[in-house]
């Protein structure tokens, strides 16, 4: 892309998702607990939640304990399930002033009770919301849900409900957690890692990519605003090419 001044920078993304890494490093490169890590990483959520508000970002997905994650130690696990639930408990009445939705994303049977109700509460208070949906992915893998798509498509066609030549990729993405989100737009992934491990696998076919080397509990909204930027300036092909994609403007 070329860089005169009359370059034409896209919209805000409609749908980011963000791979929030780091927290352990960040605490141990300070020697500190790996759950003081987890703590401050709260803070940034706060910050990246009301920035995304603020910018206009419509859906913000947070990948904030996968499938994986419940191998962890009991002791961080334990420690992961309360500050989140909580966290977002807290952040509940700062979601509604910013006319906030909170949706979950994820296998939410397996949380213990308490966690699960708070997390339902919070939901619930925020329902009416028509800003910015804050989709938090909790108990989450991707290879989880398209199992589970697979599963609830076979049982449909048992059912004789549809039929195999039916099943086009749009019918696969409404039988996904993501149902009633558009594929993200930008992903984001702090702490460096050139991973995706396992998240919203299907639905990042045609998502930008974006790796900070920052730790989640040191990125800033100024380093959000950077990546939001040099998203704009990308052109998006969708597999065609570059004079295709000028020649519809
Ligand atoms: C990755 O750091 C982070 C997690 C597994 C948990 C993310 C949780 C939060 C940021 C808490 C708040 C979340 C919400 C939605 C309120 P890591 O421990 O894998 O870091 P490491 O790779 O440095 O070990």
């Not at 020697?31 to 508000?53: F, K, M, P």
């Not at 997905?61 to 639930?85: G, K, M």
Request: charged content about 25%.
């Amino acid at each position: 892309m070329s860089h005169n001044k009359d370059i034409e920078l896209k919209p805000v993304p409609t749908h980011v998702a963000i791979i929030m890494d780091g927290n352990g490093r960040w605490a141990k490169s300070h020697g500190l607990e790996r759950t003081v890590g987890h703590v401050e990483g709260v803070n940034t959520v706060h910050r990246i939640t009301q920035a995304a508000s603020d910018m206009g970002v419509k859906y913000l997905t947070l990948y904030a304990f996968s499938t994986e994650n419940w191998n962890r130690p009991q002791e961080e696990v334990d420690a992961l399930l309360n500050l989140i639930s909580i966290a977002l408990e807290q952040e509940t009445p700062a979601l509604i002033e910013n006319n906030a939705k909170l949706e979950i994303i994820g296998d939410i049977d397996r949380m213990p009770d308490d966690a699960r109700q708070r997390l339902n509460r919070s939901m619930e208070a925020t329902a009416h919301g028509t800003g910015l949906t804050v989709v938090v992915a909790f108990s989450y893998s991707s290879r989880w849900e398209i199992t589970r798509a697979c599963a609830k498509l076979a049982q449909e066609a048992i059912e004789g409900k549809i039929k195999p030549e039916e099943i086009t990729d749009e019918v696969i993405s409404q039988h996904l957690t993501t149902a009633p989100y558009p594929d993200p737009d930008l992903l984001i992934r702090t702490g460096g890692e050139m991973r995706v491990s396992n998240f919203l696998l299907w639905q990042i076919a045609y998502s930008e990519i974006i790796v900070s080397p920052t730790y989640w509990p040191a990125y800033t909204v100024e380093e959000f605003q950077a990546n939001i930027d040099a998203y704009r300036g990308r052109e998006r092909r969708f597999g065609r090419t570059s004079e295709q994609v000028s020649s519809d403007k």
